[in-house]
């Protein structure tokens, strides 16, 4: 198997923020500790709240798509968006934010 890196650049206010990793959300994750201490959110499903990763997306799709958090209840698989989509600011949250709450769903 041929070992994949993703770059994800983010330029904000003339300065560019680097995250480097073998995916895609991992690259992008590396990125927003860079700029989200300084305030700045950025406005893609892969920031958002309602929008979790899983291991299964992460190998087959390299972490360019996530999975829509689907109502309590819900018996099957959740619609998957793609991580760089835009994504409404209602539904921002930062790295910590979005861990917690993946952390809290059952």
Known sequence: AMDK?????????ERTYDGVSFDAFDALEKARGQFEPLG?????????????MSGMLRDMRDGMFMY????AGATELPDTVSTFAPAPLAD??????QRAAWLAAP
Do not use: M
Request: proline share 3%; charged share 10%; hydrophobic share 55%.
């Open 5 to 13: 890196t993703f770059t994800v650049s983010v330029t904000i206010c």
């Open 40 to 52: 700045w959110l950025l406005g893609i499903e892969g920031c958002a709240l309602r929008c979790r």
């Open 68 to 71: 829509v958090s689907a109502p």
């Open 92 to 97: 921002l949250a930062t790295v910590a934010a």
